[in-house]
């Protein structure tokens, strides 16, 4: 089975910025819609951001928009979340995944999918924890 692999969490304080990075030696990432998700201890998996097959769309979770950001290097085979303004509730284990490639129609194509039941290939997670 296909496993991505995320780096780049760790500690820092609110209202600091973390990057975080995703990559799979097994898969070309720019042939796959991409997200990030999230899991907090006690609490339920939660969307993230994702980005479209194409690149040329994306969409954020409420709570995150307007600090976090999405994105591909794809030169890099790289998922990228940069993170802005962390808060507190922030503090989670992300996870990136990649979903399905078989259909290259429109609406797919350039749709991002928010939904983690859209998703075929997943990482391990990394720790992000923010403090007070």
């Known amino acids: 089975q296909v496993q991505l692999v995320e780096s780049g969490g760790g500690l820092v304080q609110a209202g600091g910025s973390l990057t975080l990075s995703c990559t799979a030696s097994?898969?070309?990432?720019?042939?796959?819609?991409l997200g990030w998700f999230r899991r907090a201890l006690g609490k339920e998996r939660e969307f993230v951001a994702a980005?479209?097959?194409?690149?040329?769309?994306?969409v954020y979770s409420d709570s995150m928009k307007g600090r976090f950001t999405i994105s591909r290097d794809n030169a890099k085979n790289t998922l990228i979340l940069q993170m802005n303004s962390l808060k507190p509730e922030d503090t989670a284990v992300y996870y990136c995944?990649?979903?399905?490639?078989?259909?290259?129609?429109?609406?797919?194509?350039?749709?991002?999918?928010?939904?983690?039941?859209?998703?075929?290939?997943w990482g391990q997670g990394t720790q992000v924890t923010v403090s007070s």
């Open positions: 980005i479209s097959w194409s690149g040329h769309s994306t």
């Open positions: 097994e898969l070309t990432l720019d042939n796959y819609p």
């Open positions: 995944a990649a979903g399905a490639n078989h259909d290259r129609s429109g609406s797919y194509y350039n749709t991002p999918l928010g939904s983690h039941l859209d998703y075929t290939y």
